[in-house]
Nanobody, 126 residues
Framework: QVQVVESGGGSVQAGGSLRLSCAAS????????MAWFRQAPGKEREFVSF????????DYLDSVKGRFTIYRDNAKNTVYLQMTSLKPEDTAVYYC???????????????????WGQGTQVTVSS
């Protein structure tokens, strides 16, 4: 069984920074991509960023490009999301997800991810 656990959320003022961590574990763990999604109150869950196992592929939601950086430590099966210049509209529950199969959709859709964390709250105040 694969487990995905997020950490690092919290409250910060606009313009501040946070780093989220996502650690994956399991006896038969293998993964192709890990991603961050977020869901704000009253809104649908949206893609934020993904990174491939090799690190050769990554992508971001347009509104976070230049502010968020995703990177991974394969030895620890951990992916990080460094968030800078945070805005109130970044407030959401952030979820980490793991994909272990190719779907051909580019790893930007929730349905491509088989394993999810419980989420971590990020609150940005103005």
């Amino acid at each position: 069984q694969v487990q995905v656990v997020e950490s690092g959320g919290g409250s910060v003022q606009a313009g501040g920074s946070l780093r989220l961590s996502c650690a994956a574990s399991g006896r038969t763990l293998s993964w192709l991509a890990m991603a961050w999604f977020r869901q704000a109150p009253g809104k649908e869950r949206e893609f934020v960023s993904f990174i491939s196992y090799s690190g050769g592929r990554s992508d971001y939601l347009d509104s976070v490009k230049g502010r968020f950086t995703i990177y991974r430590d394969n030895a620890k099966n951990t992916v990080y999301l460094q968030m800078t210049s945070l805005k109130p509209e970044d407030t959401a529950v952030y979820y980490c997800a793991l994909a272990n199969r190719y779907s051909g959709l580019g790893f930007k859709y929730a349905a491509e991810y088989a394993y999810w964390g419980q989420g971590t709250q990020v609150t940005v105040s103005s």
